[in-house]
């Protein structure tokens, strides 16, 4: 109840106040914007993460949780769609617009030639998981 959770508990909690309740025969759906902290709030519910105050009771030990832990290669996020395919740019903006990615590409300062990677910006899991699943996608089509 009332927990605070982030991943650095010398820094401010991301998540404050946050008291929920799912009741064990029920379907709950935890939605909300890319980055808005879906991820963080279900690891830090199963233990995965410093909990800064506050307490967290399962009633259950049968949980399970599919993290969102695409890998990307050191390069671009154009490169991390492409991959080793031949670029075509109708298809690749037809792809971006289905998956939704206009925006986000939008914000990233070089569009999709930003970097990502360990060497690059930090995506959201929804974001990486949209550009490993347009990465998929084009490869099925360019093979």
Same mark, same amino acid.
């Given at each position: 109840m009332d927990g605070k959770f982030g991943w650095d508990t *010398?820094? *401010?909690?991301l998540l404050?106040? @946050?008291n929920i309740r @799912?009741?064990?025969t029920k379907l709950t759906m @935890?939605?909300?914007p890319v980055g808005s902290g879906k991820s963080t709030l279900l690891k830090g519910m199963l233990g995965e993460l410093p909990l800064s105050e506050g307490t967290v009771e399962l009633s259950s030990l049968r949980v399970a949780f599919c993290d969102q832990t695409p890998w990307h290669m050191n390069g671009t996020i154009r490169e991390s769609i492409v991959g080793a395919s031949q670029f075509d740019e109708k298809w690749y903006k037809s792809v971006i617009r289905a998956?939704?990615? *206009? *925006?986000d590409l939008s914000q990233a300062a070089n569009g999709d030639h930003s970097k990502i990677g360990s060497k690059g910006i930090t995506l959201s899991g929804g974001q990486s998981q949209r550009i490993v699943r347009l990465y998929h996608s084009l490869i099925k089509v360019f093979l």
């Open positions: *010398e820094k *401010e909690p404050r106040g @946050i @799912i009741a064990r @935890i939605v909300g998956c939704a990615l *206009e *925006e």
